[in-house]
């Protein structure tokens, strides 16, 4: 049977009436959102809106109650775990950098190569050219590849969030997910970062969660309004940012 | 294990360390069978007997250090599987005491004479076969281990919950062992064991041989922990144990990995606890004791906990105080000297002896290389190491 035939949407990603709720907070209310093959997608919202949650969702952190979770038309998301959803190839930044802060910046990269992640190939690993190749493309990339042989930990703080856009780099997902990646950036990072996503989306999908609306203005992507589990707009930023339940409710007048 | 994985496992700690164990390996059974008895440099056998048993404790700490020091799996219960691996050596020992038991049976043992067994257990069956013991001295921890993880792992049982089950595990074993009717002996244990492979084993040479055995056996797991945390898979590990959700994210089956260092950590505890017995002469059901585990903790916390060679020899030094304490008028103290030396550790030394050491040495060797790469900038044509492969 040829695949095509099977797919349910076009979309790389797919949420329909998703629900989730913890002790009777309704985090995730009916939400459906569908993201397209090589989109990127900017996420917005107050605290508490639900973008983390639906994130835990996407990668398998967080069951939900309802709903379907479509990944690349086919694959049914509710149903797998963590491991199985990254090795599908969906990859995630976390709100807080969370690298491996013990081990060196381009052993960071190492572990997140989408190799053979099995104990019997980690065991009887050794390392090839292509993947030192890889690791040194992705250094160069995320503008690391002095620091290489500096253990994570010791990186600023935006060293580390590039870091972790680097390991998503090197891990090569379908599709990437970017919670905050400019938290407590310089603007002078700030704007590298936005060009380094712009550069990223050119072979990935990607939806990335942020506050800064200098930086969602500076994506130039479609936006997605998040509130109280459910989308309350989308559109361009200036369609988003004229709405007046966005301003009510987000942006403030 | 290819020669490529060994040579990249060795630094110069790693080679000291495994030099100066080989040295005693050799050296002190020689000193103890060779030289006459009361001359300066002669080892009394009492105290091959007694270093054979720290050897062999250092080898418990490996196995602690490997999933404690390496992938945050703080086990309080690795005396059981070093007490089982020291029970499944004990039953060879006593299927081999034979006819020369108090009561003559060729079959079974004096304690099941005693108490009117008719026949042997099945669970005593092949365990007068060396290989099969020798076997089953890595199988049953390895098995108990791999069930007990297979489940908690899964259910992601982790932190403290994990070490008090780890506790209950123990102590669970140490009442079922205590029983007269679960066949091992009940509260005796298993003891008055005659030879091994046929030779004495209160003789000087068998008592040099084990500890000479006990070395290499030292060496041997220390090589294959060096082996294991200095591999890729070593770095998933540190991984799991610093970010374990990152690395799930990251395409990491956190339990296999977990379920293999636990089960590998476990068949290590069991060869240890199999050297120990013959060379202490008794195993009962007082090393399943909750405290005995903790004790190994604490060893391998004082030592250095992920640097292997601070484990081992946390293990040597804590044991040597406690010959020394328990053995003078400070012997009702020396359960408070050993919880205050956890805590001065843990508040003083958190990276414990070896740990401090590196840090410190570390330290300075980042000091001198700030210095020679101003002057080194200099010259020019300065090139980044490339991957270490």
């Known amino acids: 049977m040829n695949v095509m035939d099977t797919r349910a949407t076009s979309a790389m990603l797919y949420l329909d009436g998703v629900h989730v709720s913890f002790d009777g907070f309704h985090a995730i209310n009916n939400l459906s959102l569908a993201l397209e093959p090589g989109e990127m997608r900017a996420i917005i919202g107050p605290n508490g809106a639900g973008k983390t949650t639906m994130m835990d969702i996407i990668t398998g952190k967080t069951k939900p109650d309802e709903g379907t979770v479509l990944f690349d038309g086919v694959t049914d998301l509710t149903r797998l775990d963590e491991t199985r959803i990254a090795e599908l190839g969906i990859g995630r930044k976390f709100q807080k950098p969370t690298v491996f802060e013990s081990q060196t910046v381009q052993d960071n990269l190492l572990l997140a190569l989408n190799v053979d992640h099995s104990v019997k190939g980690t065991l009887f690993w050794r390392g090839s050219k292509a993947e030192s190749e890889r690791i040194d493309k992705v250094l160069e990339t995320i503008r690391l590849t002095d620091a290489r042989n500096r253990l994570a930990g010791s990186l600023s703080h935006g060293q580390k969030q590039w870091l972790e856009i680097g390991m998503l780099l090197a891990q090569d997902p379908k599709l990437l997910l970017v919670d905050e990646p400019v938290a407590g950036m310089t603007d002078v990072e700030t704007h590298l970062t936005a060009e380094l996503l712009k550069e990223i989306n050119k072979t990935h999908t990607i939806m990335v969660v942020e506050h800064d609306m200098t930086f969602v203005r500076e994506l130039g992507v479609k936006v997605t309004c998040l509130h109280e589990g459910t989308v309350l707009a989308e559109g361009t930023i200036d369609q988003v940012s004229s709405n007046e339940r966005v301003i009510e409710v987000y942006l403030g007048r | ?389």
């Open chain 2, 1 to 389: 294990m290819t020669p490529h994985m060994l040579t990249r496992s060795l630094d110069r700690g790693a080679a000291i360390f495994l030099a100066v164990v080989a040295a005693c390996g050799i050296l002190i059974p020689l000193s103890n069978l060779l030289l006459p008895a009361g001359s300066f440099l002669q080892v009394p056998t009492y105290l091959v007997a007694l270093w054979g048993k720290y050897v062999c404790y250092a080898i418990l700490a490996l196995a602690i250090d490997l999933i404690w020091g390496y992938c945050g799996i703080l086990s309080l219960g690795h005396g059981a599987f070093f007490a089982l691996g020291g029970y499944a050596m004990g039953m060879y020992l006593m299927r081999q005491i034979g006819t020369r038991g108090v009561y003559g049976n060729p079959i079974l043992p004096d304690f099941m004479v005693f108490l009117n067994y008719s026949k042997l257990p099945w669970t005593w069956y092949g365990f007068d076969m060396f290989w099969f013991a020798a076997l089953m001295v890595l199988l049953v921890p390895g098995l108990l281990a791999f069930c007990f993880g297979w489940l908690a792992f899964r259910s992601r049982v982790t932190g403290v919950y994990l070490s008090i089950i780890t506790q209950a595990m123990t102590y669970a074993l140490l009442l079922a062992f205590f029983r007269n009717d679960f066949g091992f002996g009940g509260n005796n244990g298993l003891t008055d064991f005659k030879d091994i492979l046929g030779f004495n084993v209160q003789a000087e040479g068998t008592r040099a041989a084990l500890f000479a055995l006990s070395c290499l056996a030292l060496i041997a797991s220390f090589l294959i922990c060096r082996t294991v945390v200095s591999s890729k898979l070593g770095k998933v590990l540190i991984a799991i144990r610093d970010a374990e959700s990152r690395s799930r994210f990251l395409g990491y089956r956190v339990e296999s990995y977990k379920l293999f260092v636990f089960t590998l950590s476990a068949c290590m505890a069991g060869v240890a606890g199999a050297l120990y017995v013959p060379q202490v002469g008794i195993i009962n059901p007082s090393e399943f004791a909750p405290g005995n585990s903790i004790e190994a903790v604490i060893w391998v916390a004082v030592g250095g906990r992920g640097t292997l060679v601070g484990a081992a020899l946390g293990a040597i030094v804590v044991n040597y105080a406690k010959t020394f304490f328990t053995s003078g008028v400070l012997a009702p103290y020396w359960l408070f000297m050993l919880g205050a030396l956890f805590i001065l550790v843990t508040l003083l030394l958190p990276k414990g002896i070896v740990g401090t050491f590196n840090a410190w040495r570390d330290q300075s060797k980042e000091k001198r290389s700030a210095l020679t790469t101003v002057s080194a900038a200099a010259e020019d044509g300065v090139t980044e190491p490339k991957m270490a492969e």
